[in-house]
């Protein structure tokens, strides 16, 4: 072979090489803002964060969380986090001067040698930051709320000057699940939220209610409203048992939720029964909403840990205000809401696994 094509060869094997390597790291990426988006808690998503990275890319030793906690509301939850196996400095509490120290507009990536300085904020003195690090700005809503920092042994493994646009991409997935984690525990401060499936509870989809139909007054735009219940969900309870049973609600609760717009709400209004509020939408378009739900629920696999699956079906009954806000009377929302029971108490009569429609006023 000549020199030419050695040289060649040689140049083909490292852009495979590379290419290899680059599909690797991107998956790996892919698979941590998977297991992000899915975690359930602050805890859990601190969780996914600080052990899936270095677990997923070598040369990463730790990784840690630092964000601005005025009122200590999330390390209150990391620390009982630690108390159920998170580990312990992991997350930081971070004052805003010490923040705005670290990054100025345009916010970017910090990559370099691990000084002293940064060294004791970000990684309370642990060694395994002691090479390089990469330290990436955590922005919401325009804010800069905190820091994503990765460190490692090798002082060649983050290095000044090299692409920061997956990191920065991780660190705004980052960001989002951080906001959505502390509003979601804020609502289960606020005694809002379904401790079982995580949706919202009756609580908040009442005082929703309120607020959507003084808007319907206002603006006699269209309000669906659908009642889900699960059919034969006593059976289930009594042939294998709550915890299975939980585990359907919470599956359905998922499935329900799926696809819904920042302005939708859905709740468990108590048991087995969910309510759904779609502001804006029109009969016919709830109709195809429900549907689509009913049918996605009745060919979701339902497996219990015997590797039996079960047939899990819902009913659902479904109202709708229109324009013509007299036609509804002195309290629109107690005429709404019977409406879609006696929809959803017809469904189930009638055969259950069905969609049906409250008759127009």
């Not at 990426?29 to 602050?42: D, K, N, P, W, Y």
């Not at 800069?144 to 002082?155: A, E, V, W, Y």
């Not at 401790?195 to 269209?222: C, D």
């Not at 840990?305 to 009377?329: F, M, Q, R």
Request: glycine fraction near 8%; charged fraction near 25%.
């Amino acid at each position: 072979m000549e020199q030419g094509e050695i040289t060649r060869e040689r140049e083909w094997t490292i852009l495979r090489d590379q290419l290899r390597d680059n599909e690797r790291i991107w998956s790996g990426f892919r698979h941590i803002e998977v297991r992000m988006i899915g975690s359930h808690s602050l805890v859990d998503l601190v969780g996914v964060i600080t052990e899936g990275i270095p677990e997923t890319f070598s040369g990463i030793d730790c990784v840690t969380i630092a964000c601005v906690d005025p009122e200590y509301e999330m390390t209150r939850l990391i620390d009982a986090g630690v108390e159920s196996g998170l580990k312990p400095r992991c997350f930081t509490a971070i004052p805003r001067e010490k923040l705005n120290e670290l990054f100025t507009r345009p916010w970017r990536p910090r990559l370099g040698p691990a000084d002293e300085h940064v060294h004791s904020l970000l990684f309370a003195d642990d060694p395994c930051a002691s090479g390089s690090v990469a330290l990436a700005p955590l922005v919401r809503r325009g804010e800069l709320i905190g820091s994503l920092n990765q460190g490692s042994r090798d002082p060649k493994h983050f290095l000044s000057g090299i692409a920061t646009d997956l990191l920065e991409h991780l660190a705004a997935v980052a960001a989002l699940c951080i906001d959505n984690a502390v509003n979601h525990e804020r609502l289960k401060l606020d005694g809002l939220t379904d401790p079982l499936t995580g949706v919202s509870n009756r609580r908040f989809f009442e005082r929703r209610l309120a607020e959507e139909i003084e808007r319907w007054t206002r603006q006699t735009g269209p309000l669906v409203c659908m009642l889900a219940d699960v059919d034969f969900f006593k059976q289930v309870n009594d042939r294998y048992g709550h915890q299975v049973g939980d585990r359907v609600l919470r599956q359905i609760a998922s499935i329900l939720g799926q696809d819904l717009r920042g302005s939708d709400v859905l709740a468990r209004y108590g048991g087995e029964e969910f309510v759904l509020l779609l502001p804006g939408t029109t009969c016919n378009q709830g109709m195809a909403i429900a549907e689509r739900l009913r049918s996605s629920i009745e060919h979701s696999a339902f497996v219990i840990p015997e590797g039996v699956d079960l047939d899990v079906t819902v009913s659902i009954g479904l109202a709708c205000l229109e324009a013509g806000a007299e036609a509804y009377g002195a309290d629109p929302a107690a005429r709404l809401f019977q409406q879609v029971d006696a929809a959803l108490y017809e469904a189930k009569q009638t055969g259950r696994n069905r969609v049906v429609q409250a008759p127009p006023r």
